[in-house]
């Protein structure tokens, strides 16, 4: 099924909602050529829950929403969002058999077997007419529970990591998301283990082992430059990776120590540079018990992150923005009223919060986006 574009036009209607908490020695605000008008800290935009959009990324200049439409049959849906305005363009509608390239002319295909528990592998396109066309598989990786080829995407570069189901380890295959074409393909040294954390920045990829690694430290991230086919190992004292996230020129890593926590943050900046110990995470709770990894973004004000307030059954519960430092507590930026449900209030997803121009924008539940002046 061709992509269908929804011909309709959706302003999103955009509230202010809360005012700012002091940040000191922080700064960030957007250049002023690009600024949002607003008059908080923090805005609220309605978004139609028909399409229950759940991811948020970046393509270009863009802002880039993506779902699952209602209706009969299984349906994707994408578009984009004015950063200033927060303006809703046309919704795209695709069959989930089809990739949603959200903006884009390339994408990776991945498509699911699960007679044999393998995935294969290839590029979607979309040609100067508009049709979505997908190209020959490029290689087939195992695909059993928990250990899915994963992709990820960054400055005009798409990278797709998998275990060939033909060969022992991993691969690491750079597409250009402009033409489809494959740059590089690359082995990992050293690389039989799970589905590894991936950050993605303009210099290239980086790799963590994930938190359920069985391995005891020191712990390999690789790091692969754009264009280039050589590997940088770098081995971290620490049992695995927690959470990692890139922007632009710089990565973050969240490291676990060998016997749990304390967990160290790592970066760093540039093509050429080496991985730097920031210190110990002191990270804000998020309120529960068993809450997996913190949803966590970068940027070039800083790393993000979000603490839940005391629990309450009421209809909304303050979240506080916060900005990770480490070696230090996490410095507050701003408080967002979120829904609750469960008294607890709803947080955004790993995949659903952007850093750009000195703004923190994040979706939630498919329902609303939220933009915090950081």
């Known amino acids: 099924m061709d992509n269908a574009v929804v011909s309709r036009q959706r302003i999103i209607g955009v509230v202010a909602t809360v005012a700012a908490v002091g940040l000191a020695g922080c700064t960030g605000a957007a250049p002023a050529s690009s600024a949002p008008h607003h008059g908080s800290a923090v805005e609220r935009a309605a978004l139609p829950t028909a399409d229950h959009f759940s991811a948020l990324t970046?393509?270009?200049s863009r802002l880039v929403l993506r779902g699952d439409a209602d209706g009969p049959g299984c349906r994707s849906t994408s578009a984009t969002v004015d950063p200033v305005t927060l303006t809703l363009g046309p919704v795209a509608v695709s069959s989930c058999a089809q990739p949603d390239l959200a903006g884009r002319r390339a994408a990776a295909d991945l498509d699911y077997d699960p007679t044999t528990t393998s995935e294969t592998f290839a590029v979607a396109t979309r040609?100067?007419?508009g049709a979505v066309e997908t190209g020959p598989v490029l290689a087939t990786f195992e695909a059993p529970a928990g250990d899915h080829p994963a992709t990820t995407t960054a400055d005009g570069y798409i990278w797709v990591w998998g275990s060939p189901v033909a060969g022992g380890g991993s691969q690491v295959t750079q597409v250009s998301a402009t033409t489809g074409a494959v740059i590089e393909t690359?082995?990992?040294?050293h690389s039989d283990f799970g589905t590894p954390l991936l950050a993605a920045d303009d210099d290239g990829l980086w790799l963590s082992l994930p938190p359920n690694t069985e391995d005891t430290a020191p712990t390999p991230v690789y790091f692969l430059a754009a264009g280039r086919h050589s590997v940088r190992v770098t081995h971290l004292p620490a049992r695995a990776g927690w959470w990692m996230?890139?922007?632009?020129?710089?990565?973050w890593i969240d490291a676990l120590g060998d016997a749990g926590p304390p967990e160290i943050l790592w970066t760093a900046k540039g093509p050429g540079g080496?991985?730097?110990r920031l210190g110990r995470l002191t990270l804000p709770t998020a309120g529960v018990a068993g809450d997996t990894a913190p949803v966590a973004a970068g940027g070039t004000t800083g790393l993000w992150t979000f603490e839940r307030g005391a629990t309450s059954c009421a209809l909304t519960q303050p979240v506080r923005v916060v900005r990770v430092v480490a070696d230090r507590p996490a410095v507050p930026v701003a408080t967002v009223e979120l829904p609750v449900s469960g008294c607890l209030a709803q947080l955004p997803a790993a995949g659903a919060v952007v850093d750009r121009d000195g703004f923190l924008?994040?979706?939630l539940d498919g329902s609303a986006l939220y933009r915090v002046r950081v």
């Open 245 to 251: 996230v890139a922007h632009g020129h710089q990565v």
């Open 58 to 60: 970046t393509v270009g």
């Open 361 to 363: 924008y994040f979706l």
């Open 127 to 129: 040609t100067n007419a």
């Open 186 to 189: 690359v082995s990992l040294p």
């Open 274 to 276: 080496g991985l730097e």
